[in-house]
């Protein structure tokens, strides 16, 4: 771990943190932009999708972190608009919100 990146955090944080200190210091992800990430999203989600069929328990884990790394990378993008900002932080709320009320049977 570097030292922007605390190992006592929970793995969900360092790897949102990682994504930031990537933003910051990679010269193309700081010119990259949600439209431009959308050909990699695709891309990501077909290698999920073929190890969802065909792969291994192992394909499985590292297509779902490759899919979870765009769903990080559209937030700190996100998050550095200037009108309309939202973070991974407001991601997960909007998430969680969503579930809780879609499973009445669950959280009532």
């Given at each position: 771990m570097?030292?922007?990146?605390?190992?006592?955090t929970?793995?969900?944080?360092a790897?949102?943190?990682?994504?930031r200190?990537?933003?910051?210091?990679c010269?193309?992800?700081q010119?990259?932009?949600?439209?431009?990430?959308v050909?990699?999203?695709?891309e990501?989600?077909?290698?999920?999708?073929?190890?969802v069929?065909?792969?291994t328990?192992?394909?499985?884990?590292?297509?779902?972190?490759?899919?979870?790394?765009?769903?990080l990378f559209?937030?700190?993008?996100?998050s550095?608009?200037?009108?309309?900002?939202?973070?991974?932080?407001?991601?997960?709320?909007?998430?969680?919100?969503?579930?809780?009320?879609?499973?009445?049977?669950?959280?009532?």
């Open positions: 570097t030292d922007d990146v605390p190992g006592d929970d793995p969900l944080r790897a949102a943190e990682t994504m200190a990537v933003r910051d210091r010269v193309w992800s010119q990259i932009d949600h439209r431009a990430l050909p990699y999203l695709v990501e989600s077909a290698e999920l999708i073929d190890a069929e065909a792969g328990r192992d394909d499985l884990r590292e297509e779902l972190g490759d899919l979870l790394w765009q769903v559209h937030a700190e993008i996100a550095r608009d200037e009108t309309e900002p939202f973070d991974i932080d407001d991601v997960a709320r909007g998430l969680t919100e969503k579930m809780v009320r879609r499973h009445p049977h669950v959280f009532a």
